[in-house]
Structures are given as structure tokens and as C-alpha cells.
């Protein structure tokens, strides 16, 4: 080792300085950590006791513990003399070019927030959106997971859902079943009134409030149209449809009632040469 090098000098002027800069900085950043959980904990705690749903209760509170740290590792940096300025200036262009090139994700995420805070459904629902029918499976943040009735998975980005209509199907307790009948011109509608009236009471599954709708819905070009409009719990809604189709097609046979299909009546007319 060189004789001219003082060791005092050099603990003085950069051991111990820098020392003190490292130890302050490590205290900094366990301290700042442990801070961050508790804020971290506190929210969730909140957004729980709220209601909140659980999936965007998980992607806030991570969200916010990255950034709670992105800051305490900032702080930590400036402590051991890094320019952070610039580090912050670079992580801006950094998220902005990240922003920019992810412009579809980042709809789909705002729209799958949407989708969470404001529920226009939830998991078990059946629904139609963005042109697709089947029961919600899952919400993502990015995309939302449906089961279609002959059990395929579709899953339909966030973005799409919420910039189209949504209808959903489970939204409410009860459905009104919306169906047609149509009888010839020649059967009495008397008749048809009855037995409509007779198979809807018969169905232990239609509610009587509201009262079901029995009326003649149109005269159509080969039919007399019935429509038949009752009223049942939401899970019952399907089955009632094909058990009513069923059942009038049996009574309207037994009483003689005659179901109708399109026809064309052709009248020509010769004339003597």
C-alpha cells in the first residue's frame, strides 16, 4: 500500500459518508416497505368492508403497492445521491411508449374495471354481449369467459362488451315467455281462447301475478295468431316455452283445432281465344 494514502482522510471523506448514505438508504426502504403494507393493508381492509368486488379489490391494492414502492425506491436512490430526475423522467417516456403500443389492452382493462365497479352481471349470469349469448363463467380485467349453451368457452374482450349492448337474461327473479300460436280462419277462436287459457292454469310453474296475456295478435295471410305471454321465475323460463309448445300442439289435435301453414291460393283466368 502507498505511504502517501491517508487511511483517516479516506474513511472520513468516502467510508464513512457513504456509509451513512447506504445505512440510511437500507432504513428507508425496509421502513417504507413496512409502511406500504399497512397503507397496502388499510385499503383493502376498506374496499372489503365495502362490497367491492374481490377481483378488483386484488388488481388495486397490487397496483398500488408497486407504485407505493416504485416511490420508496425513488427516495431511496435520491438518499444515495442517484439522480432521480432523470429516472423519473425516463420511467414517464417508458410508461408513455408502453401506453402508446398498448392502446387495445389498456381499453380492455378500463372496460373491465367498468365491468367489475358497476355489474351489469356477475359470475352465473346469463347474458348477451358483444353478439355472444352463454352464462358468465368469469370476469377478467382484460377479457370476460363465457360457457355457451352447448358448452363452448368464448371469451369476448372487455373493450367490446362494454361498448355494445348488454342483456342480461338473469338480471331478474322473474321472465315473461313470449310465444305465437296461429289457428285456421275456419276454428272458432272461442275455442282456442279456452284451451290457451286451460294449458296456461294447468301450469302450476306460471305465476299469477302478473296475470299471463291471452289475446289475438294479428290476422295474418294464412292464420289466425294467438299471443300467449306468461310469467315465471327466470330458471323455469325455457322449459316452460318447450313444455307449452308441446302441450298445444297435443290439445289443439284432440280438439280439432288445426294449425295452419303458408299457403297460396292461384286463380287462373282463361279466356276464350
Given amino acids: 500500500m502507498p505511504e502517501n494514502i491517508d487511511i483517516q482522510a479516506l474513511f472520513n471523506d468516502y467510508v464513512l459518508p457513504w456509509g451513512i448514505n447506504i445505512g440510511l438508504a437500507l432504513i428507508i426502504f425496509i421502513l417504507g416497505r413496512m409502511v406500504v403494507s399497512a397503507v397496502v393493508g388499510l385499503v383493502r381492509k376498506l374496499m372489503v368492508r365495502g362490497g367491492v368486488d374481490e377481483m378488483l379489490v386484488g388488481f388495486v391494492t397490487s397496483i398500488l403497492r408497486w407504485v407505493l414502492l416504485l416511490f420508496v425506491i425513488v427516495a431511496a436512490l435520491d438518499q444515495l445521491g442517484v439522480n432521480t430526475t432523470s429516472l423519473v423522467a425516463l420511467l414517464g417516456a417508458a410508461g408513455l411508449a408502453i401506453g402508446l403500443s398498448l392502446q387495445s389492452s389498456l381499453s380492455n382493462f378500463a372496460a373491465g374495471v367498468m365491468l367489475i365497479v358497476f355489474r351489469p352481471f356477475q359470475k352465473g349470469d346469463f347474458v348477451d354481449i358483444a353478439g355472444t349469448t352463454g352464462a358468465v363463467e368469469a370476469i377478467g380485467i382484460f377479457t370476460t369467459t363465457l360457457v355457451t349453451p352447448d358448452n363452448k368457452v368464448t371469451i369476448v374482450p372487455n373493450g367490446g362488451i362494454y361498448a355494445s349492448t348488454i342483456t342480461n337474461f338473469s ?89 295452419p301453414y303458408p299457403q297460396m291460393d292461384v286463380h287462373f283466368d282463361k279466356s276464350d281465344d
Fill in 171 to 259: 338480471a331478474r327473479d322473474t321472465r315473461r315467455v313470449d310465444m305465437v300460436f296461429g289457428v285456421s280462419y275456419e276454428d272458432d277462436i272461442r275455442v282456442v281462447r279456452k284451451t290457451l287459457e286451460e294449458i296456461i292454469a294447468a301450469d302450476d310453474r306460471v305465476l299469477a301475478d302478473p296475470a299471463p296475456t291471452i289475446e289475438v295478435g294479428e290476422l295474418a295471410d294464412s292464420s289466425v295468431n294467438f299471443i300467449v305471454r306468461p310469467w315465471v321465475k327466470s330458471a323455469d323460463y325455457w322449459q316452460v316455452m318447450w313444455d307449452t309448445h308441446a302441450t298445444v300442439k297435443l290439445r289443439f289435435d284432440e280438439a280439432g283445432i288445426s294449425i
